[in-house]
Structure formats: C-alpha cells, structure tokens
C-alpha cells in the first residue's frame, strides 16, 4: 500500500493528539503523592482537574472558529507546543495555587487539537467513523504509556518529574508536525470572530433534535470518563488496596482495552449505524463498573477493566453522530461547539466524582457511574423503540 499524504496527516494529526492527552494523564497516577505534597484533599485536586476538563471544552469552540481563521496547521502547533508548556509549569509549581492555575491552563491548549484534527479529517476521508476511530488512538495510546511512565518516575523521583513527562514526549512530536504538515489554507481568513460568535445561531443549531439529543447521550457518558481519568487510580489504591505501581498497570491495560475497542467501534458505527454501538458501549461499561465494585479476584479485575475499557470507546461512534447532521461548512465551528458544551459539562465529572468519594467512599461512587451510563443507555433505547429520530 502506498504511502500518501493523507496518511502522513493522520498520522500526524493522532501524534499531536498523543501529546495533549498524554500530558493530562501524567496527573492522574500521581495524585496521592500530589496530595500529600500539598496537603490537600480529594474535592480539591478533582477541582484543578475539572478545571483543567472545563478549560479543555471551553476552547473547542474558539478553536474551530480560530482555525477558519488561521488554519488547521497553526492551531495544532499551538496546541501541542502550549502543552509542552503547561506540563513545566505544573511541574515546576511550588503551591497548590499555581498548580491549579497551570493544569488549568494545560486543558485550555490541549482543546484547541481536538475539534480541529477531527473537522479537517472529516473532509479527507469517506469514512468518518473509521477515520475518527484511527485519530482517537492517539488518546489511549497515551493512556496506556502515561500511567506506566507517570507511576515509574513518580514512584522514584516525585510526582513532578513524572508530570514533566509531558513536556519531554512533546517536544519531538511538535518538530515532526511543523515539518511534516503542509500549511492549511483558512476556510474564512477576513470574517471578524465577533460575528461566529453571537448567541441566537448557537441557541438554534443546539435546539436542534438530534444535536440536543446526541448532547444528552455525549454530557452523561463523559462525566463518566472523565471522573475514570481523574481517579481509577486512586480508586485501585484505596478501595481494593493495590499498590501504585499495579494501579498504573492497570489503568494503562484499561487504555489498551479502550484503544482497541476504538478502532472497532469507529467502523462498525460506519457499518451498522451510530446508536445500537454507543447502546453496547454505555451497557459494558456501566456493567463494569459495577463488577469493579462488587467483585473481588483477578478474574473479576480482569472483566471489570476489560467493560469499562469498553464502554470508554464510545467517542469513534458518539462524534460521527454529530458529524453526520452537520453540512461540511459547519464541521469547524459546528463540531467545537458541540464539544465545548459537552466536555464542559462532562468536565464536573472529577470534581463530581471526588466530592462522591469523599462523601460516600468509593464504592457507592462507582455504583453512581454505573448509573449514568445505564441511563444513557436507556435514552438510547427508548429513542430506538419509540422511533422518535433524535
């Protein structure tokens, strides 16, 4: 099979999606040392990461309107040349104040990839599904060597070498991108930003019923994932009681599960439809995380990973869904809006799931995500039996 350029940008695009997501997974695996650093708790470590989840949605949608401005090319050099950045200054940060600050400021320029890989990918190839499926790789190729790499050096030197980390798997990627990918031409170079961003169209294009629908199924499943990022970890430490360093095994093997699933459910959503696919995905991993929680054993630990692993995945088939009621004018600012409102609200699922821990413990915590995606479940069903067409 030749090798072609699009290749070459697909490839690049899931690199630079590698970086951002691999420096905000740096945090997770080492927060009980960042907490015993700081002398802080739960609830406030999940507020600096939810921050940092509410700072990444936010900028999903300036970031398609910055890219018909200026370029897919340029957006993602920021993105990816600010995460270096943001990790130095984390690590570097000699109060909890200025940690807060700079993870914030880590999710703000790692959201500006996302929405804008994905729109440009979305005109390169037929099938969206498999296209974004491919793209998404890059995240749980990050989880899968982040925790690993994060829990090792943390373990050894402290927690913010391992959040260095980051900056020091970014570096080659940002210098491979800039001389790799060709600069894009901006869709709208003149138009003034002020003008993409008044309120009635947005309130318009979100009302409409697919869109708000696919909102609700998106808010839900992402609360669920994001309090996983923040805290499966912590969850393995003091719930079941493992060490650190299995922890990290563990939560890297869930991003293997979840990697490879991706890949799968990108193309089976091609094949046979968005919705029955996210269906089996909220079903795994509410089931998961109720084994998790109610199960002892390897054999349990095994399964739990394995479904929630699973249930995870559901980005490759969640996002075509809106990709496939948008015109290709829309893919920019249309898709980072639709991600700024659903990984805004998704985001409160760190400091969601931290206030949980810290109010009923860990497992009554679990059960509450299990939960949420049984109810997405649910709305799925409903809108499939009832033939409502959302």
């Known amino acids: 099979m030749r090798w072609s350029y699009q290749t070459t940008v ?9 970086v951002t ?45 910055l890219a018909d ?27 909890f104040a200025v940690f807060l600050i700079a993870t914030i400021s880590l999710g703000a320029v790692a959201g500006l990839h996302y929405s804008v890989a994905t729109a440009l990918l979305s005109r390169t190839y037929d099938d969206v599904g498999t296209a ?5 790789a890059g995240a749980p190729l990050a989880g899968f060597l982040a925790p690993l790499a994060a829990a090792w050096v943390g373990i050894r030197y402290g927690w913010q070498p391992a959040v260095a980390l980051g900056a020091l798997v970014g570096l080659p990627v940002f210098a491979l991108f800039y001389v790799s990918v060709r600069p894009t031409d901006p869709v709208r170079p003149d ?21 708000a629908f696919t909102l609700v199924i998106a808010i839900t499943s992402t609360f669920v994932v994001q309090g996983l990022m923040s805290f499966l970890p912590t969850f393995l430490v003091v719930y079941r009681d493992y060490s650190a360093g299995f922890a990290g095994v563990l939560f890297s093997a869930y991003f293997v599960v979840r990697g490879t699933a991706q890949l799968a459910i990108g193309s089976l959503s091609d094949r046979h439809g968005r919705d029955s696919v996210l269906a089996g995905s909220m079903i795994a991993g509410g089931s998961g995380l109720v084994i998790l929680v109610t199960w002892s054993g390897v054999l349990a630990l095994s399964v739990g990973i394995v479904l929630i692993g699973i249930g995870a995945a559901f980005f490759p088939a969640l996002d075509p869904r809106f990709l496939d009621e948008l015109s290709e004018d829309e893919r920019n600012i249309g898709f980072g809006l639709v991600r700024t409102v659903y990984v805004v609200f ?3 699922g760190s400091v ?19 939960g949420l995606y049984f109810l997405a479940f649910c709305a799925l069903g409903v809108n499939y039996l009832l033939e409502l067409g959302y």
């Open 10 to 18: 697909l490839v690049s695009c899931t690199l630079a999606f590698f």
């Open 21 to 65: 997501f691999f420096a905000r997974l740096t945090i997770s695996p080492v927060i009980p040392l960042i907490i015993e650093d700081f002398q802080t708790s739960n609830t406030l470590v999940g507020m600096a990461l939810t921050g940092m989840w509410l700072a990444y949605g936010l900028s999903q949608y300036p970031s398609g309107i």
């Open 69 to 95: 401005r200026f370029g897919e090319r340029s957006i993602i050099l920021i993105a990816v040349g600010g995460s270096v950045l943001a990790s130095l200054f984390i690590a570097l940060a000699p109060m």
């Open 132 to 136: 974004v499926g491919l793209h998404s």
């Open 191 to 211: 138009q003034a930003m002020r003008e993409r961003l008044t309120v009635r169209p947005i309130v318009r294009f979100l009302s409409r019923p697919p869109i």
């Open 346 to 348: 998704g985001a409160s």
């Open 352 to 370: 969601g799931l931290g206030f949980f821990a810290d109010a009923f413990g860990w497992g009554a915590s679990f059960i509450i995500l299990a």
